[in-house]
């Protein structure tokens, strides 16, 4: 089902003719839902017709939709790689269409950048850096000497778990302090972070780990609704490290029940359709674009206004 489409020859002029053809990868989490929104009103401001398919999760249905845009002749292809790896061929049809391409939010790999126009989307390796800088700090502050770290990561193959990974295992990996004793794969949702902390649990007990490092607040936030349980049964603190920013995330962290939140942007809308209006300008446009980004945590003031989620 095509859906938010204004119909490529139902419209005049300039920007109500260009369709956006838009493939989401899903809608595991608040981020991803609230990146959908940005897409949908940017398109809107911007005059574009959106054409978007929610792959929920299935690189196959993404895939199939980038075909489908293909076959509708959209001006712009815009898509949100659920993994790095398998998308050469597809964009290979879409180039050969003359059908630029715009990767938003997650990266493919690839040894052809000409089978995309740009990327729109975060730096996870410098989230993953600012996530182990913060570990490192808590800890001189503490003046731990031991720190056992589980981390919930995010789906496995996508750039946000590799590179939030690579980022703080680049940070720490050395620091004798730190031994990572379980990745686990969260894949994003909320329910598989429950799910992961009460095994976590099971295994080593709240008295077995000291730092929970999650690659984004869903998960989290399942996390912390198991340990919330056991904390009536009179467990320890941990050290926990989350990352996006969305408001329930915030919040946690203002109550004390978070202590990092390392930042993710979602609204990346307004970033692509300026790309896409250059792009179908014909003019030069960058290859890649990073939004800034930073991170609050227990050491900054948390009454300050401009700690908030998204
Ligand atoms: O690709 C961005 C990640 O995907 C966000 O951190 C996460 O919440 C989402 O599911």
Redesign the pocket.
């Known amino acids: 089902l095509l859906t938010g489409c204004a119909g490529k020859q139902e419209t005049g002029g300039d920007s109500a003719s260009v369709v956006v053809g838009f493939s989401q990868?899903?809608a595991?989490?608040?981020?991803?839902i609230a990146?959908t929104v940005s897409m949908e009103q940017a398109a809107k401001a911007a005059g574009y017709g959106l054409m978007m398919e929610n792959a929920n999760q299935k690189q196959e249905k993404q895939i199939d939709a980038i075909r489908s845009f293909i076959a509708y002749r959209v001006d712009v292809i815009v898509f949100?790689p659920i993994v790095q790896t398998g998308w050469d061929n597809v964009l290979a049809e879409a180039k050969q269409a003359d059908i630029p391409v715009i990767i938003m939010?997650?990266m493919i790999d690839t040894q052809d950048d000409s089978l995309y126009r740009a990327y729109v989307?975060?730096d996870?390796y410098a989230e993953g850096v600012r996530a182990g800088e913060y570990l490192i700090r808590k800890a001189d502050t503490l003046g731990a000497d031991h720190l056992r770290i589980v981390e919930i990561c995010?789906?496995t193959g996508?750039?946000?778990m590799q590179d939030?990974q690579r980022g703080f295992m680049d940070v720490i990996g050395k620091d004798e302090r730190f031994t990572v004793i379980e990745s686990v794969d969260g894949d994003?949702?909320q329910s598989k972070g429950e799910e992961c902390m009460r095994e976590l649990l099971q295994k080593y007990g709240t008295d077995g780990i000291d730092v929970i490092y999650s690659?984004?607040?869903?998960?989290t936030l399942g996390a912390l609704n198991v340990l919330e349980k056991e904390e009536t049964a009179g467990s320890k603190d941990m050290i926990i490290i989350t990352?996006?920013g969305?408001k329930d995330a915030v919040d946690a962290l203002k109550a004390g029940k978070i202590n990092c939140v390392v930042q993710?942007t979602?609204h990346l809308g307004p970033s692509v359709m300026k790309l896409v209006r250059d792009v179908t300008a014909g003019k030069e446009i960058p290859k890649v674009y990073h939004p800034d980004e930073g991170a609050f945590s227990d050491f900054d003031d948390l009454t300050d206004p401009a700690v908030e989620g998204f």
């Open positions: 990868l899903g595991e989490s608040s981020w991803r990146n949100s939010d997650r989307g975060a996870f995010g789906t996508s750039t946000p939030r994003f949702l690659h984004n607040d869903a998960m990352v996006d969305e993710c979602p």
